[in-house]
């Protein structure tokens, strides 16, 4: 793999989402452009099953000149959509499969016979074969051609990337508000982070895209491939 970008959009205590039926929006114009750049810039986007399940996440580009770009370089116009799940346990009749680039599955072996049934119609679905975590998440895009790889949540896939080190770059984009909801996701959970106080992430840039804060961070030793 030759890039693993993290992309998230959170509020200032940490937030990713809230815990009730609403959805909470974060982002703004601006900021959701400047990530749809990020986007159009890659083969695939990556989400966890419960990030289907609960947003239904298109993964589209939407711009039109970044729609031309990518048809300038003779890039298919959206990325491959990738959803990671143990369970399998994902509605074939969401948006998520029925919009944008081709949808692949990651499947864990176990339910790989039953998610083929379910899933089979409208994505690939590939078994993870026993490999662990992300380095197995990592093989199986490189054996589909996938170079460029952009992540977007939710937090337990974002904590496992982050854990691994296993990322080039990461965007938090900062809504200023705070949620103050104890049971509401947050950009990553408990976890042995290889960065530190000792270990920084180099900050990049830091930019107000529309009142939100956007903080684009490298990681000095991506553990990639
Ligand atoms: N603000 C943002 O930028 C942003 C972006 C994306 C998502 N979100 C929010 O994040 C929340 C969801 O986050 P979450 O932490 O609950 O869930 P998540 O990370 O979206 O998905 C977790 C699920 O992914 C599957 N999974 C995770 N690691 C896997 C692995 N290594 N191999 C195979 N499958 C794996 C499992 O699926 P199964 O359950 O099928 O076993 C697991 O339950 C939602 O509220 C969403 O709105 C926010």
């Known amino acids: 793999m030759e890039w693993v970008h993290l992309s ?8 990713i989402d809230n815990d009730c039926g609403r959805r909470l929006v974060l982002s703004s114009e601006e900021d959701c452009h400047d ?22 996440p298109r993964l589209t580009v939407r711009y039109p000149e970044l729609l031309a770009a990518r048809r300038a370089r003779g890039l298919p116009d959206h990325p491959i959509k990738v959803v990671v799940t143990f369970s399998g346990d994902l509605d074939p009749a ?24 379910r899933l089979g119609d409208v994505a690939t679905v590939i078994g993870l074969g026993g490999a662990d975590g992300v380095a197995g998440i990592l093989s199986r895009l490189d054996g589909l051609g996938v170079r460029r790889l952009m992540v977007e949540g939710g937090c337990q ?7 691994a080190g ?19 996701p947050r950009l990553a959970g408990p976890a042995f982070y290889p960065h530190g106080a000792d270990n920084r992430l180099r ?23």
């Open 8 to 15: 998230v959009c959170m509020s200032l205590d940490g937030h």
């Open 35 to 56: 990530m749809h750049r990020v986007r159009a810039d890659c083969d695939a986007i990556l989400v966890g099953a419960a990030t289907v399940r609960r947003d239904q």
């Open 94 to 117: 969401s948006a998520f499969f029925s919009q944008g680039g081709p949808a692949v599955v990651l499947c864990d072996e176990e339910a790989l016979p039953t998610a083929r049934t």
């Open 157 to 163: 896939v974002l904590t496992q990337f982050l854990a």
């Open 166 to 184: 296993a990322f080039h770059r990461l965007r938090v984009a900062v809504a200023p508000f705070l949620l103050g909801r104890a049971g509401a």
């Open 203 to 225: 900050i990049l840039s830091t930019r107000t895209l529309g009142n939100i804060a956007v903080i684009d961070m490298e990681n000095p030793e991506p553990k990639v491939g």
